[in-house]
């Protein structure tokens, strides 16, 4: 006779091996309810885990780029309010200025006060930064680009020494013009000085680059222009953006600005005032309407970068949605599973209860 051996031991064993994999299933459950995403999604999406992984870097350089046009356009931002701030000093100056182009006026050492004020407000707005980034520096982002008007231990003369030295070098050796001669000196000496020269290393002593701007140089030393600061919001965008403190215009506003701030002009001679405070003023007039230009100019660019960055976070929802589709759990299945593996996990709960009951003596 055939006896079937049954063992007790042998079911329970089975049947708590049962229950630790509905157990781990139920954790698994109950972390997808909780995260939204399969546990194990490679496992889950199998040949799809390809498009999954493509869509994911897609995604992380996506939100990089988002990253990117949103500190483009910060520095943009405050770029344009110095710009802006600049022009309004300018204006104000100018106008200032321009009264005394039919007569000389009295009132010229106010002028001059009031010229020294704008030229320090100008110099520290071109000094402005975001962060460690100085944003009229050129691509030399790490310092200010402009020296300070009385000057720093950097080693050349205090900017404001610099341009008073070469009006007096070219007045022969009068602190202003006395003559019509004199001026047109003056005005030369001073157009060198703050010219910008090609290769860098044969500007003269003291020159704008070096003596008054320290930052990115117009021209490199191997000749040639030098790279100006750009920024890449996406992979087929590069955008030239921005002003230096070197560039023609803030040179030409910044000419005007130390004519006026570097001599009073109310103790002029007669014949020296008139070609003088013209030229202040000419300069100061070119430069503000160049730079006027340029604010302009940085809007349509920052518009640029808002376009791009609205298309990426359009792409960026698509991305989202789309990882969504593949990653995602669906929370009425995964609730549904959980309810029925906490039933099962209870049915195998009470059988193994009762098997550990289970004694010979019971049928004897």
């Known amino acids: 006779m055939l006896y079937n051996a049954l063992s007790t031991l042998g079911m329970s064993r089975k049947l708590q091996g049962t229950m630790a994999r509905q157990q781990m299933d139920l954790v698994r459950a109950n972390e997808e309810v909780a995260t939204g995403v399969h546990a194990d999604v490679a496992a889950t999406l199998g040949a799809s885990t390809g498009r999954d992984v493509a869509l994911?870097?897609?995604?992380?350089?996506?939100?990089?780029?988002?990253?990117?046009?949103?500190?483009?356009?910060?520095?943009?931002?405050?770029?344009?309010?110095?710009?802006?701030?600049?022009?309004?000093?300018?204006?104000?100056?100018?106008?200032?200025?321009?009264?005394?182009?039919?007569?000389?006026?009295?009132?010229?050492?106010?002028?001059?006060?009031?010229?020294?004020?704008?030229?320090?407000?100008?110099?520290?707005?071109?000094?402005?930064?975001?962060?460690?980034?100085?944003?009229?520096?050129?691509?030399?982002?790490?310092?200010?680009?402009?020296?300070?008007?009385?000057?720093?231990?950097?080693?050349?003369?205090?900017?404001?020494?610099?341009?008073?030295?070469?009006?007096?070098?070219?007045?022969?050796?009068?602190?202003?013009?006395?003559?019509?001669?004199?001026?047109?000196?003056?005005?030369?000496?001073?157009?060198?000085?703050?010219?910008?020269?090609?290769?860098?290393?044969?500007?003269?002593?003291?020159?704008?680059?070096?003596?008054?701007?320290?930052?990115?140089?117009?021209?490199?030393?191997?000749?040639?222009?030098?790279?100006?600061?750009s920024g890449r919001p996406a992979d087929s965008a590069t955008i030239a953006y921005g002003v230096q403190a070197n560039d023609p215009m803030m040179r030409e506003l910044l000419e005007g600005i130390y004519m006026l701030a570097a001599v009073d002009t109310s103790a002029m001679p007669v014949d020296a005032y008139p070609d003088y405070i013209k030229t202040a003023v000419d300069k100061l007039s070119g430069g503000l309407g160049n730079l006027r230009e340029a604010t302009a100019q940085l809007g349509i660019q920052r518009a640029q970068v808002a376009t791009v960055a609205e298309q990426h976070r359009t792409q960026k929802s698509i991305l989202n949605l789309q990882i969504d589709n593949l990653e995602g759990v669906d929370p009425y299945e995964a609730s549904t599973r959980i309810s029925q593996l906490e039933a099962q996990l209870d049915a195998t709960a009470s059988a193994t209860a009762r098997i550990a009951k289970l004694r010979l003596s019971n049928y004897l």
């Not at 990253?67 to 300018?90: C, E, F, N, P, V």
């Not at 007045?171 to 003559?179: D, L, M, Q």
């Open 56 to 229: 994911r870097n897609l995604f992380d350089r996506t939100e990089e780029y988002i990253k990117t046009t949103d500190l483009l356009d910060g520095r943009m931002d405050m770029m344009d309010s110095a710009m802006t701030s600049i022009l309004a000093s300018g204006n104000d100056l100018l106008a200032a200025a321009s009264t005394g182009l039919g007569q000389q006026s009295p009132t010229g050492t106010s002028l001059q006060i009031r010229a020294r004020g704008v030229l320090d407000q100008v110099v520290s707005l071109l000094n402005a930064s975001a962060g460690n980034v100085y944003l009229f520096a050129g691509t030399a982002l790490d310092q200010p680009p402009m020296r300070n008007v009385d000057g720093d231990d950097s080693g050349p003369p205090a900017p404001m020494q610099i341009v008073r030295d070469a009006i007096q070098a070219a007045s022969g050796g009068n602190p202003a013009p006395t003559t019509a001669a004199e001026t047109a000196a003056v005005v030369t000496a001073l157009d060198a000085l703050f010219a910008v020269y090609d290769p860098p290393g044969s500007a003269p002593p003291d020159s704008f680059e070096g003596g008054l701007y320290t930052g990115t140089t117009a021209y490199r030393a191997g000749g040639g222009a030098s790279p100006r600061v």
